[in-house]
């Protein structure tokens, strides 16, 4: 059942803002027709009015302006005013309207060729941030702004964004087209503190519940109550587990003839399908007693129509006549209507089961009052709405523009089944962290038209295993659909691993959650946020850092060689070393280089000091439970150190949450792994494991707990998958250590164990795999064995593949 509102109607528009900036942060204002605010060193809001009348209200983009004021320096002199700080110099000839001669800021540091100088009005080169939508995209689409950029500085125009008034309702900007509102970010390189300013002032992440990082099932198919369950039941018996469960349009009345006599297409419904439901109330329960959250889908254009069940109750609402039972129009710039659409349509459905709203806004960004955006009132209410009755709230949505991070999780829409479509998710969704937006949910294996094709379905399910929200989706077909079992047995094999992975990886990902919204760094990001001065960093926009403790995805949004039947990826490994978590491979980095990998292998790397944290259970259960063992990935040949943040999801923000911390740290010198103690509520005795990626075999190995006796293990198994240590349970008021001895190394690849079933299952001719294997084992250097390749002409994505290993290393 859903929790019932503690909260009167009006707590609605309870959003804490602190729109009005410390005086002393600014400078001009008053009379004048400027006005500059110093928000941060790197973060200034410049303003000019015509009639000195400037805007004090919170933006859908800056809900915070009353920060810590920075240090500055303001001198006047001849006319001309300069205000000084750590990372920027602003040259304004005072008095003047905004223009590229009268106004200018010069980043410090050198990001181009000779410097790095802002002038207003001119266009700022900009590394792009995300969209509205996907929508019957087919590759790669146009990018909205940013805070980022290689020149070091560039801007939002905030002139025309809707407003929040005294009472938190939306408002709209004061007339006059002479009216300027923007900000200038000059963090020159240092993109995590451009977007960690971008946060200070538009208000950070929140944390999400635990659930939502789990599976999402989702299909728009006209299911029954016993279809639905059923197919969750196939779920469970597969050993697939899921957290959540979307219901598509289909759950209201839509084909029938009270619809059709309004002359309406039936997208807009509240009433359910008592056809497919006739029992909603038990259907919602049932899948809760599965431990699956619920969703239900949203078209709100239509209003509410004379056939609706809730009809009566919303027009005594909203004093509406029903003598000639004409609709009710959707306003939600009205607040008597988006009071009631909250609580006289959505709070019964909530109360029968629904945990959150699917918003389905695809009606563009007009509105009754000009300037108001109805996805951002949507999309704002349905957040502070959400979070009256639920501890950690939660909504769906598109993108309305910059600000939006504050309401995940974001839909990204109707794409098309393609693998150009697949090729541009990586990169959209890593550059969306560039404006802070780090929750992209997409429909995983394309949406709609394409065609079945069982290698690009099995790809992006591994993309979404390491993305942000996995939420398996399709259209209204027979045809396209996303149950493993309905692929060829090699698909389905795969599918059904990384499916299973991504809830093994809910350690890791809800630690990664927990520091997002603390600590400010989304979890993807381009590569350049870690390797600014490198240009490879910039080259490589489909691959991206995932989470904070050393891992890089290389996706493979390509089909494989079917000669070969090795799919392959160009990437950039910055320096360092790094080992392959799937195939146990190691590779120096500082290079470019091909990656291939067969159908079940997807190039996920770990560099040296890497410590990731999975659920030790090979089949985890549906929901988020925090789970009983832990199975810890380490990389040797660095010191690491990770702590695995818990709770019990009833801290209402990441301020307010009694976290249970468990330390996990390496020591390279020593080659000691200690783990905990652990502290907080939820604290336990759990059981431990330690998989030490292509650790070369050490002579011995000790653990202990606390410091009782150590005991030598017999050396266990040195898989090709790393070597396991087993701890066992451990109190969480306990300290468990695992040492290696001194300066463990990674080991070299087998050459011949990773090329042989290269050879061995491509199809070529056999005196070809002779030759190319005698070259392979040869005992020579590594530069003969590339010459020898090079010479014998072999074919270039079968050379690569059998480079990538030779010259790993």
């Known amino acids: 059942m859903g929790e019932p509102s503690p909260q009167p109607t009006s707590h609605r528009s309870d959003f804490p803002t602190r729109p009005v900036a410390n005086p002393e942060a600014i400078v001009g204002g008053g009379s004048s027709k400027f006005r500059f605010t110093v928000l941060t060193p790197g973060l200034l809001r410049y303003e000019w009015a015509i009639d000195s009348q400037f805007e ?90 940013g805070v980022v950029s290689k020149k070091g500085y560039t801007t939002i125009d905030d002139s025309s964004s809707m407003l929040f008034d005294a009472e938190g309702f939306v408002a709209t900007r004061k007339s006059g087209s002479e009216r300027v509102d923007g900000y200038l970010f000059t963090y020159g390189h240092d993109y995590a503190g451009a977007v960690k300013a971008l946060y200070a002032l538009s208000g950070n992440q929140p944390l999400l519940p635990r659930w939502a990082l789990g599976n999402w099932w989702s299909r728009y198919y006209a299911y029954s109550d016993k279809e639905y369950l059923q197919l969750m039941d196939r779920f469970e018996a597969e050993k697939i587990p899921f957290s959540v469960a979307v219901l598509d349009m289909d759950w209201h009345v839509v084909d029938d003839p009270m619809v059709k006599a309004t002359g309406k297409t039936g997208w807009t419904g509240y009433t359910w399908n008592k056809d497919l439901f006739p029992e909603p109330e038990k259907f919602l329960e049932a899948l809760h007693e599965r431990k699956l959250k619920v969703s239900l889908n949203d078209h709100p254009a239509d209003g509410v129509q004379n056939y609706e069940d809730l009809y009566p109750a919303m027009a005594e609402a909203m004093s509406h006549s029903t003598e000639h039972k004409d609709p009710i129009h959707f306003d939600i710039t009205d607040r008597s209507f988006l009071n009631a659409f909250f609580d006289v349509l959505h709070r019964p459905l909530e109360d029968q089961g629904v945990d959150f709203w699917w918003v389905d806004w695809q009606q563009g960004s007009h509105s009754r009052i000009p300037g108001i955006d109805p996805l951002w009132v949507l999309n704002h209410f349905h957040f502070v709405d959400n979070k009256l009755h639920h501890k950690r709230p939660l909504t769906f949505s598109r993108y309305a523009g910059p600000g939006s991070h504050r309401y995940p999780v974001g839909f990204s829409g109707d794409t098309i089944v393609t693998w150009d479509s697949l090729a541009f998710q990586p990169e959209f969704t890593a550059t969306a962290s560039n404006i802070g937006y780090g929750w992209w949910s997409h429909d995983i294996g394309g949406h709609m038209f394409g065609g079945k094709d069982d290698e690009l379905s099995t790809r992006w399910v591994q993309l979404g295993c390491f993305s942000p929200i996995l939420r398996l989706h399709s259209s209204n077909s027979q045809w396209t659909r996303k149950e493993p079992w309905t692929y060829g047995p090699e698909a389905e094999k795969v599918m059904t691993k990384f499916l299973r992975y991504r809830h093994r990886l809910l350690p890791y990902l809800y630690t990664m959650n927990a520091q997002s919204a603390t600590e400010g760094l989304p979890l993807v990001r381009p590569m350049y946020w870690s390797y600014p001065e490198l240009d490879e960093a910039y080259e490589v926009p489909n691959q991206y850092l995932f989470g904070h403790s050393g891992l890089l995805v290389m996706p493979i949004t390509a089909p494989q060689d079917p000669v070969l039947r090795l799919a392959k990826t160009k990437g950039w490994l910055p320096p360092g070393r790094y080992v392959d978590i799937f195939t146990g491979a190691v590779y120096n980095g500082d290079r470019n280089l091909w990656i291939s990998r067969t159908l079940e292998e997807f190039p996920v790397f770990a560099k040296e000091g890497s410590i990731i944290t999975l659920d030790a259970a090979s089949e985890p259960e549906n929901g988020e439970s925090n789970p009983e063992n832990i199975e810890i990935l380490i990389v040797v040949g660095a010191d690491g150190e990770f702590e695995l943040l818990e709770d019990d999801g009833r801290g209402s923000s990441s301020e307010e949450v009694k976290w249970t911390r468990t330390p996990i740290k390496y020591s390279q010198a020593d080659g000691t792994v200690t783990i905990g103690p652990s502290t907080g509520p939820v604290a336990k005795p759990r059981g431990w494991s330690v998989r030490f990626l292509a650790l070369d075999k050490p002579s011995e190995i000790h653990v202990s707990v606390d410091s009782g006796k150590t005991k030598k293990l017999v050396q266990p198994e040195n898989e090709r998958k790393g070597l396991v240590v087993k701890v066992g349970k451990v109190s969480p008021s306990s300290q468990a250590t695992i040492s290696l001895g001194s300066n463990p190394n990674l080991r070299q690849n087998d050459l011949e164990a990773f090329i042989r079933p290269i050879l061995a299952d491509a199809q070529i001719k056999f005196q070809l795999k002779e030759q190319i294997w005698q070259i392979v084992v040869a005992k020579v250097p590594t530069t003969r064995k590339v010459s020898s390749l090079l010479a014998l002409g072999v074919e270039e994505n079968l050379r690569e593949a059998v480079l990538e290993y030779v010259l790993a290393e």
């Open 56 to 145: 004090d209200r919170a933006s859908v983009f800056a809900i915070n302006r009353e920060l810590p004021v920075p240090a500055f320096r303001q001198v006047s002199k001849n006319g001309t005013l300069e205000i000084i700080t750590d990372l920027f110099h602003l040259t304004y000839e005072e008095g003047a309207q905004f223009s590229s001669s009268s106004l200018s800021a010069g980043v410090k540091g050198t990001f181009g060729c000779h410097s790095s100088v802002w002038r207003y009005g001119e266009a700022c080169e900009n590394l792009g941030g995300t969209a509205r939508t996907l929508d019957e995209a087919d590759g790669r689409i146009p990018l909205g702004p």
